[in-house]
């Protein structure tokens, strides 16, 4: 039976599986539940099948994390598409940027791990975590030349924006600050410095 059930998918669409279901249980019941062997039994393959596409329950989670971080590089060019220009995405993007976090926190916290550190481990999961930096980089790079701001480290605004939303995300995860405030906090506190940066 379990043979017949391996082969109801291509090869591609087992690992999609297993990841979409991993996914949903990361958030349901946390890390700690995650295993090749139970989510195998989750969309009904054989035990072994999962090891095709991850050789362990690390490189699941690893797998699983890079996933997060697609589907964050996704809300960021949904949200600059959204806004006229820069100046008005840059504080809506970190508004997002806690909804995420608190939408997603077991993902999130597992996107943070230390863990996954390797790059030469981990290139997949290192290019995916690369890409909303990078977004976030040209969306300040293109604020300064709308505004034709100059002299300013890009890089160092970059973390800065990033630093605020993760601090205030975090914060409201661990029920220091109001989850329902948090996003408007994380978007007023972004609007002051970009006003700061572009009115200098």
């Known amino acids: 039976m379990q043979a017949r059930d391996d082969q109801r998918y291509h090869h591609g669409d087992l690992r999609s599986a297993l990841l979409t279901a991993a996914l949903d249980r990361l958030e349901a019941d946390g890390p700690s539940a995650l295993s090749l062997r139970a989510l195998a039994r989750a969309v009904g393959v054989s035990p072994m099948a999962p090891y095709h596409h991850f050789k362990d329950r690390k490189a699941l989670l690893a797998a699983v994390a890079t996933a ?3 589907r964050l590089q996704q809300h960021k060019l ?3 598409a959204a806004h006229r220009n820069a100046r008005e995405a840059l504080p809506a993007g970190a508004a997002n940027y806690v909804r995420f976090i608190l939408g997603n926190p077991n993902l999130y916290r597992l996107m943070q791990s230390s863990e996954f550190a390797e790059r030469d481990t981990y290139p997949e999961l290192h290019r995916a975590a690369a890409a909303p930096a990078g977004t976030l ?3 300040i790079a293109r604020a300064f030349e709308e505004h034709g701001v100059q002299g300013r480290s890009i890089e160092d605004c970059a973390r800065m924006v990033w630093g605020l939303a993760h601090g205030i ?3 409201a995860l661990d029920g220091q600050i109001s989850r329902d405030a948090a996003p408007e906090l ?3 506190g972004t609007a002051a410095m970009v006003e700061g940066w572009l009115n200098r």
């Open 78 to 80: 949904e949200n600059e």
């Open 169 to 171: 995300g975090t914060l």
């Open 186 to 188: 994380a978007q007023s």
């Open 68 to 70: 997060g971080f697609e």
């Open 137 to 139: 980089r040209k969306l």
